[in-house]
T-cell receptor, first 114, second 114 residues
């Protein structure tokens, strides 16, 4: 079974600075998808960014980018120019190519200091 | 607004009581899911329905039952609630298995069993 690990329960960043959230996963599949979700205090799960494993190029969405290291099974999220609205729980998630299930990591709580 | 609607948003049950969590989506998605979220453990899959008429167990199905009433609706039932089922429950949907997009989530139900 696939597992997803987020080793940082909490992170803190100064407004306008850059922060990187870590995620590692374990799988025997060669083709899969990776996601980062944001959960603000409203509880809503919001898709931040996704990465297809067969793509070598790292995904980017405005201030959010990933560092995908397939051999190391690492998928970190970089937030540039952090804003107060970025404060939330962030979840890394894995989805196999043929499967239905999203497997989530335990989450990282990001705090943004003004 | 299009999306996933969950009811109720909050519920308190006594041990041994039963209840059904309702979920409906209006995006014509084929697949629907129920997850529970507990502190430090991320989201764990309870049951899913890959398509109308099918349901399958996820990672933590014990104590729950589901019904895929039609393409739009997917309900989760607790027959005899236990304090261990205190959690936040999320319903989600996706276009189908094996696709690249993540899920669309409902806003969650906070359930407390006393």
């Amino acid at each position: 079974a696939q597992t997803v690990t987020q080793s940082q329960p909490e992170m803190s960043v100064q407004e306008a600075e850059t922060v990187t959230l870590s995620c590692t996963y374990d799988t025997s599949e060669s083709d899969y998808y990776l996601f980062w979700y944001k959960q603000p205090p409203s509880r809503q799960m919001i898709l931040v960014i996704r990465q297809e494993a067969y793509k070598q190029q790292n995904a980017t969405e405005n201030r959010f980018s990933v560092n995908f290291q397939k051999a190391a099974k690492s998928f970190s999220l970089k937030i540039s120019d952090s804003q107060l609205g970025d404060a939330a729980m962030y979840f890394c998630a894995y989805r196999g190519n043929a499967g239905n299930m999203l497997t989530f990591g335990g989450g990282t709580r990001l705090m943004v200091k003004p | 607004n299009a999306g996933v609607t969950q009811t109720p948003k909050f519920q308190v049950l006594k041990t041994g009581q039963s209840m059904t969590l309702q979920c409906a989506q209006d995006m014509n998605h084929n697949s629907m899911y129920w997850y529970r979220q507990d502190p430090g453990m991320g989201l764990r899959l309870i049951y899913y329905s890959a398509s109308e008429g099918t349901t399958d167990k996820g990672e933590v199905p014990n104590g729950y039952n589901v019904s895929r009433l039609n393409k739009r609706e997917f309900s989760l039932r607790l027959e005899s609630a236990a304090p261990s089922q205190t959690s936040v429950y999320f319903c989600a949907s996706s276009e189908g298995p094996g696709l690249t997009y993540g899920y669309t989530f409902g806003s969650g139900t906070r359930l407390t069993v006393v």
